[in-house]
């Protein structure tokens, strides 16, 4: 029996009436998309149609997702807001904190010791306050939401980007900061500009060495990584049905890539299938009883250029698979242009590792199909020419891999087993060598390869591909190899050919886990005691921030002017650093360490106006903030792309930054610079970023009159006296601008005022 199925048969006797009404209102047929939304709008029942990309909307989620890493500042958030317990299903994954290195038992021992202080305080809050909680081993959060949470129609939230991996069980799931989620877990409405929608018509059927991952692969290619911003992807066609749910639910996962809202896919036979194998018949039956209701309706997919805002067509049965790549996850290449393309480029030929899993591709089915490469090895006479590793998408996964002997495949080819973690997806990977910064290649199954993203290396360069053309590239070890045409040559000196991977979509004999892991919370948490040691290196209570004095901002001095993509992974790094993601102060020292600095391309280098002298980028803002100068960030295109880390917020606000003036904003990232008292700004002319000098000292003209709509204008005073007046645009409704005012979303739930 599924998890809180009240809820869930609750969401669907709600959803008939208010679709009904939502569609006359519209006065057209829905999208999937639009069905979900207008069936979780916080006041109820539909009233009026909202403008997509226009309208802000309160709605109200079904449950919220947290990671360990997120987790330790949404839950030191939810604590100061002083509620009993969560208002909604919640649940805590513990999977960013395991760093891979050795094996999975010895990696997850390590974990365990090393971070046993913060796993006890994620326990024992979740304890307190009503939280499900999943202990390390238990999973990467999304392949455990899959398989135990999502459910077709329902809407999430989740403090981690690719929470949009729900999707592929129909969801509208979407990741956000901390600050989100404790609104909804406070029990507040949560609050999100209607979406504009793309659709993507899925014809023909994949085949052959084909995989769901190069749809995405392809989309990406399409829509850049910034394509998707402010828009719900959906997809639908023969295409769509004829896929197995769990290459939805990747295809779902590097939406993010292109950032997009969300992804989802309509309910399916696929999809009733994965929730009846992961023992939840009951959420298939009553899914069943509102079918048409949890797709799109006829007509929008029979026309769907009359409904989505963008139409992308892509024919499956001619789709070839794609390698994406290096240090962006939007350029895309057919497998069989890569040869030509690393030539042209002098990317290294050599592939150092090949690494498959992660929460994009850990499903049964992909790690079937790469398992039944792997024996090709064996069977071929072939020897596998790069590193290999296989990281499980939850225990239930490892568990019945294990039970059907793909395990002991990958063994037998020399093959690492990691936790069932994120590990090298998100940095934390020890690899061997890499401190020397040797230029090298990887392929990888992830959904990101930015610079440093995997293994610290800024040389390393990252490819993603599905799990079995990793696999076969890791086997041949050549980055120009095409195993749809090329050859290998065998120990016995023959020349062989790999054939195409197969694998079972589920297993027959269903999923297995002795212990998957899952803690639940006390029933009555009121006597449970949660400690924070005051002298903790990696967990510190939070103060609030000061409240906007309601003056204009003057004698800003600039902080930082990045240059080019600046992402959450330059803003706030992970890897190393996330053992201090539950202490503000000492993860604020790895602000900004990454961007590079307009002036001089450097990374963590920039003038500190009061000595004149270069230092590191924390290193300024605590200088200013000590000598009560206010600091703004002056940034590209799609600043904050990637994460939905709110540390990337928290930290400038608590180092005194006031502003982040950019050329555009990722969407996560802009909302959480607004939900900690920041002013996220953009450029009203893009060419004005040109205009700002090293020296600059920032005056607010008329932040005093602050108001929906109405663009701010900010003085810049250069060094030899002369002044440009810049226009800076923003997106703050009337209720956000109550969070600046207030000091941060936070202060106002504190205070019973949200």
Known sequence: MAFDIEMIKKVYANMPGR??????????????????????????????????????????????????????????????????????????????????????????????????????????????????FWKPGAGIIHQVVL?????????????DSHTVNAGGLGMVAIGVGGADAVDVMSGMAWELKFPKLIGVKLTGKLSGWTAPKDVILKVAGILTVKGGTGAIVEYFGEGATAMSCTGKGTICNMGAEIGATTSTFGYDDSMSRYLRSTNRADVADAADKVASYLTGDPEVYANPEHYFDQVIEINLSELEPHLNGPFTPDLATPISKMKEEAIKNN???????????????????????????????????????????????????RSTIERDGFIDTFDKIGATVFANACGPCIGMWDREGAEKEERNTIVHSFNRNFSKRADGNPNTLAFVGSPELVTAMAIAGDLGFNPLTDTLINEDGEEVMLDAPTGDELPSKGFYAEDPGFQAPAEDGSGVQVAVSPTSERLQLLAPFDAWDGKNITGAKLLIKAFGKCTTDHISMAGPWLRFRGHLDNISNNMLIGAVNAFNQKTNAVKNQLTG??????????????????????????????????????????????????????????????????????????????????????????????????????????????????????????????????????????????
């Open 147 to 159: 398989e135990n949470y999502a459910f077709p129609g329902g809407m999430m939230i989740g403090t």
């Open 347 to 397: 990317w290294p030929l050599q592939i150092q590792v090949g690494l498959i899993g992660s929460c994009t591709n850990s499903s049964y089915e992909d790690i079937a199909r790469a398992a039944s490469l792997a024996k090709q090895v064996t069977a071929k006479n072939l020897k596998i020419k790069s590193e290999f590793t296989i990281t499980p998408g939850s225990e239930v996964v």
């Open 19 to 132: 679709v009904d009404k939502a569609r006359e209102i519209v006065g057209r047929p829905l999208t999937l998309t639009e069905k979900i939304l207008y069936n979780h709008l916080w006041d109820g029942n539909p009233t009026q149609a909202f403008g997509r990309g226009i309208d802000y909307v309160d709605f109200a989620p079904d449950r919220v997702a947290c990671q360990d890493a997120t987790a330790q500042m949404a839950l030191l958030q939810f604590m100061h807001a002083g509620k009993k317990t969560v208002a909604v299903p919640t649940t805590v994954h513990c999977d960013h904190l395991i760093q891979a290195k050795v094996d999975a038992a010895t990696d997850l021992a390590r974990a365990k010791t090393q971070s046993n202080e913060v796993f006890d305080f994620l326990s024992s809050v979740s304890n307190k306050y009503g939280i499900g």
């Open 613 to 754: 002298s270069y230092d590191a980028v924390p290193a300024v803002a605590r200088a200013y903030k000590a000598a009560g100068v206010p600091s703004i960030v002056v940034g590209d295109h799609n600043y904050g792309e990637g994460s939905s880390r709110e540390h990337a917020a928290m930290e400038p606000r608590f180092l005194g930054v006031k502003a982040v003036l950019v050329k555009s904003f990722a969407r996560i990232h802009e909302t959480n610079l607004k939900k900690q008292g920041l002013l996220g700004l953009t450029f009203a002319n893009e060419a004005d970023y040109d205009k700002i000098q090293e020296d600059d000292t920032i005056n607010f003209i008329d932040l005093v009159d602050f108001a929906p709509g109405k663009p701010l204008s900010l003085e810049f005073v250069h060094a030899n006296g002369t002044k440009d007046i810049i226009l800076a645009n923003h997106t703050y409704n009337a209720g956000q601008i109550g969070w600046f005012v207030a000091g941060s979303a936070l202060n106002l739930i504190a205070a019973g005022k949200a």
